[in-house]
């Protein structure tokens, strides 16, 4: 099993910036991928970004392609995400996700943390 740790989230001003973070823990095999999904009142779950493990690649959802940015720390198991230039818009809750292979030869599994509110104000 693997535990998500999420944190960073608040209240902010439009154009204003937060960074959330997210930890990883448990015994794995490998993780393959870590990122950001946010889901806000009524729509349906939406991709922030991700980042390769192992090479360290982002790739961002396009609402929010060149104001955020993701990166990952390999020795702490803990990507983050740092918000710029927010907008109203962009208020949801935000969810880590991390998929792993548990062990050797298993198939890869996807884990969720329990979500950080962000809440941006005009």
């Known amino acids: 099993q693997v535990q998500l740790a999420e944190s960073g989230g608040g209240l902010v001003q439009a154009g204003g910036s937060l960074r959330l973070s997210c930890a990883a823990s448990?015994?794995?095999?490998?993780?393959?991928?870590m990122g950001w999904f946010r889901q806000a009142p009524g729509k349906e779950r939406e991709f922030v970004g991700a980042v390769d493990w192992s090479g360290g690649n982002p790739t961002y959802g396009e609402s929010v392609r060149e104001r955020f940015t993701i990166s990952r720390d390999y020795a702490k198991n803990t990507v983050y995400l740092q918000m710029n230039s927010l907008k109203p818009e962009d208020t949801a809750v935000y969810l880590c996700?991390?998929?792993?292979?548990?062990?050797?030869?298993?198939?890869?599994?996807?884990?969720w943390g329990q979500g950080t509110q962000v809440t941006v104000s005009s």
């Open positions: 448990g015994d794995t095999f490998r993780y393959l991928s």
């Open positions: 996700s991390a998929t792993v292979r548990l062990r050797s030869g298993r198939p890869y599994v996807t884990y």
